[in-house]
């Protein structure tokens, strides 16, 4: 079972408050700290949002990040710079985007050496400057950690499978069944109750992020929920005194 605070959207968000918001995590026990990107609305970043996080807390970072505001290559180069910075703390989960693009990107991050395969996707794009293409490419700096945790939201949990990748969903009262290497990963509102949750996990690994988004919230949530969940006979009457 791990639990982490987010993702905090980066629209309008200062460092300060990051940084509040990580001490605040890291001080209520949660496992890692998680931050959105909001290309749609001007807040692109997230993966160089979540190093900078990584260099003031000793917890895993996360980024939600827009796949299809990238090209998958591009994509494989920024988690592995930060994954680096992090000293392999990183972890990504992603909206949108291709199947395609997310083969590329888990191909890229894999270690795997690109062909000119894709469908719509060129690898480098074939443009007069950038000739002479190799005809294979392989991804450079590689990761820290030899696979960097990735899930997808509202993937299908198939193709999850396949691609070995994990699957995100909005908060439900039953985990999807899905395949290694990742536990599904739930993005869930604060006021969720411990029992809640292991219902919801029964006896399978799971991944719960809570959108707390002020520092007192954050310890509030970590109060009422870090310790039934690690510990499901935790005493309630602790949380009393």
Known sequence: MKVGVGPISL???SRARLEALAEAAVAASFDSFWVSEE?????????AAAAMVAQMVPIRVGALIDLGGYHPLYAA?????????SQGRLEVLGRGGSEEQLRVLVDA???????????TLRVPARLEANQPAPSRL??????????VPLWVEDIDPKVASLLGVGVA???RREL???????PPLLLCPADVRADDLLRAAGDRAAYFLFAADQPDAVAETGRWLVGP???????DWINGV
Do not use: C, K
Request: glycine residues 12%.
């Open 11 to 13: 629209t309008g968000t």
């Open 39 to 47: 290309r749609a609305h001007g807040a692109g970043g997230g993966l």
């Open 77 to 85: 180069e920024d988690i592995a710079v930060a994954d680096i910075a």
């Open 109 to 119: 991050l894999s270690g795997a050496h690109l062909q000119f395969d894709g469908q």
């Open 138 to 147: 392989a991804l450079n700096p590689r990761p820290a950690q030899p696979a």
């Open 169 to 171: 969903n909005a908060w």
């Open 176 to 182: 999807p069944h899905v395949a290694r290497p990742w």
């Open 229 to 235: 969940l690690r510990m499901p006979d935790f005493p």
